[in-house]
């Protein structure tokens, strides 16, 4: 009778799966509880949660604190700024870049080498804060939606990622498609880019993430209410005052006195964080593999 292929497991391999599988474990919990605890916290009684401890279910569900923030108008308007500002300028700026980087891809460009030093000068120096403030004032982009897009336009970290990416493409295809008469517009929207989608995906969560949680921008750049910024109305609702003072623009200070600044602080995290958690898993697959070979390529 022939023997089994199938080599009988010893207990030194089930204890070591074991570890392995115990430690995994634990490193899972230890990344995804946080956000967990934020999410427990913000829907649980502030009186309750003031008690501290692990919250792995909430105590005394509620979503005052959800109810209170949205009934301020401003929440709304800054979240549709916040929302423009992610999507318009992902878009321009994964646009820039892809054609930025495509011509410095290119060997027989002559002055790329000159170009990228020049393009990676501006990760090492900037003008400063004063400058920068000084020059959007006298083109007057203060208090205007355009401050939000254009200054931060493109990113050189991120253009390199996708320039060494188009290097990685077989140079055999753009050669093919200029002997077809294909121009460098057709080459690089018809053959470059659709396959460049890991790292164009990679860069587009970068920029995007970036958008999202801008911060700074808003503060310097812009005072107008119409324009602010979802982090920056969050911010204030953090403030010294707490929950009360942040909240009394509700019109309804009965509940919202009920509500503690840490519970507050819990609520607007929670706000801020869950569309990018909705939107990363769907993007991560890409992100992985495009900054891969986009870093190691070139």
Same mark, same amino acid.
């Given at each position: 009778?022939?023997?089994?292929?199938?080599?009988?497991?010893?207990? !030194?391999?089930?204890?070591?799966?074991?570890?392995?599988?115990?430690?995994?474990?634990? #490193?899972?919990?230890?990344?995804?509880? %946080?956000?967990?605890?934020?999410?427990?916290?913000?829907?649980?009684?502030?009186?309750?949660?003031?008690?501290?401890?692990?919250?792995?279910?909430?105590?005394?569900? /509620? #979503?005052?604190?959800?109810?209170?923030?949205?009934?301020?108008?401003?929440?709304?308007?800054?979240?549709?700024?916040? /929302?423009?500002?992610?999507?318009? !300028?992902?878009? #321009?700026?994964?646009?820039?870049?892809?054609?930025?980087?495509?011509?410095?891809?290119?060997?027989?460009?002559?002055?790329?080498?000159?170009?990228?030093?020049?393009?990676?000068?501006?990760?090492?120096?900037?003008?400063?804060?004063? %400058?920068?403030?000084?020059?959007?004032?006298?083109?007057?982009?203060?208090? /205007?939606?355009?401050?939000?897009?254009?200054?931060?336009?493109?990113?050189?970290?991120?253009?390199?990622?996708?320039?060494?990416?188009?290097?990685?493409? %077989?140079?055999?295809?753009?050669?093919?498609?200029?002997?077809?008469?294909?121009?460098?517009?057709?080459?690089?929207?018809?053959?470059?880019l659709p396959l460049s989608m890991p790292a164009l995906a990679a860069i587009a969560m970068f920029y995007g993430i970036g958008n999202w949680n801008s911060y700074m921008d808003g503060v310097l750049y812009v005072n107008e209410q119409r324009l602010q910024l979802l982090q920056v109305y969050l911010r204030?609702?953090?403030? $010294?005052?707490?929950?009360?003072?942040?909240? !009394?623009? $509700?019109?309804?200070?009965?509940?919202?006195?009920?509500?503690?600044?840490?519970?507050?602080?819990?609520?607007?995290? $929670?706000?801020?964080?869950? %569309?990018?958690?909705?939107?990363?898993?769907?993007?991560?697959?890409?992100?992985?593999?495009?900054?891969?070979?986009?870093?190691?390529?070139?």
């Amino acid at each position: 009778m022939a023997k089994s292929g199938i080599k009988k497991r010893s207990v !030194g391999d089930i204890i070591s799966d074991w570890l392995i599988g115990i430690f995994l474990g634990l #490193l899972v919990f230890t990344t995804i509880y %946080p956000f967990w605890h934020i999410l427990m916290y913000s829907i649980s009684d502030s009186r309750a949660s003031m008690t501290g401890g692990f919250f792995l279910l909430p105590r005394k569900p /509620t #979503l005052l604190a959800y109810q209170m923030l949205f009934k301020t108008k401003q929440i709304f308007i800054a979240y549709r700024n916040t /929302t423009m500002k992610t999507f318009f !300028g992902t878009l #321009l700026s994964v646009f820039l870049s892809a054609l930025t980087a495509y011509p410095l891809s290119l060997k027989r460009f002559r002055g790329r080498n000159f170009i990228s030093m020049g393009i990676f000068f501006t990760m090492l120096f900037n003008g400063g804060i004063i %400058p920068t403030y000084i020059l959007l004032k006298d083109l007057r982009m203060l208090d /205007t939606f355009w401050v939000y897009i254009i200054p931060g336009a493109m990113s050189a970290y991120n253009m390199f990622i996708l320039r060494n990416y188009f290097q990685s493409i %077989p140079s055999s295809l753009e050669e093919s498609a200029l002997l077809d008469g294909a121009n460098a517009f057709q080459i690089l929207f018809r053959i470059i880019l659709p396959l460049s989608m890991p790292a164009l995906a990679a860069i587009a969560m970068f920029y995007g993430i970036g958008n999202w949680n801008s911060y700074m921008d808003g503060v310097l750049y812009v005072n107008e209410q119409r324009l602010q910024l979802l982090q920056v109305y969050l911010r204030q609702l953090i403030g $010294a005052a707490g929950a009360k003072g942040a909240l !009394g623009d $509700a019109g309804d200070l009965g509940p919202a006195s009920r509500l503690t600044e840490e519970t507050m602080k819990m609520t607007v995290i $929670a706000v801020s964080i869950i %569309p990018v958690l909705i939107v990363y898993p769907f993007l991560q697959k890409y992100y992985t593999k495009g900054v891969m070979v986009g870093s190691i390529k070139g």
